[in-house]
């Protein structure tokens, strides 16, 4: 079955750690999407990539790094700048033209809690 | 710059009663708008999108949005709801100046009782 896997779907993580998400997709979608979701305040766009190997920041890409090796994977990093990085992280792909469908294909999630 | 409001933070209904879950948005261009459901600890997935062709779009799971140009508005609707349906709901816009990015509003949980 085609979709989207992201890993963990739980992590705890000290403050002052590095943590690396990940996200994987074989819909053979060139788009991919790194959004943040906080209670009550919808999700906001992190970073996003259309092609391997380049990418741009979101809205609110500061503490946070991605790279895009392969056309399948997307990794977000949480580094230590990121100030309050407690949140539910969502992945997304979509076909280009982007937004043309306007359909994201979103995978289940992983929740990090800093502790 | 574009945005949406929804105008409910939480909706309760009955099983079998409509369902009604509003939305507002703000475009200088004509819109592309999208409804979108997530269930509890789930990824989010489309339920319907209006791209200027007919008003009325019909999506999944029964429902169904009326784009109103007058009223600047998407509103949800089912007529009957189901169990099932229990999940948060996102009205989302196209950012016509970067049309790879879309805008969320803040979501409308949707409470249904027996």
């Known amino acids: 079955d085609g979709g989207i896997t992201q890993s963990p779907k739980y992590l705890f993580r000290k403050e002052g750690q590095n943590v690396t998400l990940s996200c994987e997709q074989n819909?053979?979608?060139?788009?991919m999407y790194w959004y943040r979701q906080d209670p009550g305040q919808g999700l906001r766009l992190i970073y996003y990539?259309?092609?391997?190997?380049?990418?741009q920041k979101g809205d609110i890409a500061e503490g946070y790094s991605v790279s895009r090796e392969k056309k399948e994977s997307f990794p977000l990093t949480v580094t230590s700048a990121q100030k309050n990085p407690t949140a539910f992280y969502l992945c997304?792909?979509?076909?280009?033209?982007?937004?043309?469908?306007?359909?994201?294909?979103f995978g289940e999630g992983s929740r990090l809690t800093v502790l | 710059a574009q945005s949406v409001t929804q105008l409910d933070s939480h909706v309760s209904v009955s099983e079998g009663t409509p369902v009604l879950l509003r939305c507002n948005y703000s475009?200088?261009?004509?819109?592309?708008l999208f409804w979108y459901v997530q269930h509890p600890n789930k990824g989010l997935q489309l339920l319907l999108k209006?791209?200027?062709?007919?008003?009325l779009v019909k999506g999944i799971n029964g429902f169904e949005a009326e784009f109103k140009k007058s009223e600047t508005s998407f509103h949800l609707t089912k007529p009957s709801a189901h169990m099932s349906d229990a999940a948060e709901y996102f009205c989302?816009?196209?950012?016509?100046?970067?049309?790879?990015?879309?805008?969320f509003g803040t979501g409308t949980r949707l409470q249904v009782f027996p």
């Open positions: 997304a792909s979509s076909m280009l033209p982007g937004m043309n469908t306007g359909e994201l294909f």
């Open positions: 819909l053979n979608h060139d788009a």
């Open positions: 990539s259309q092609i391997v190997n380049d990418f």
């Open positions: 475009s200088s261009y004509s819109p592309s």
């Open positions: 209006y791209t200027s062709a007919a008003t």
């Open positions: 989302v816009v196209r950012d016509s100046y970067n049309t790879d990015k879309l805008i």
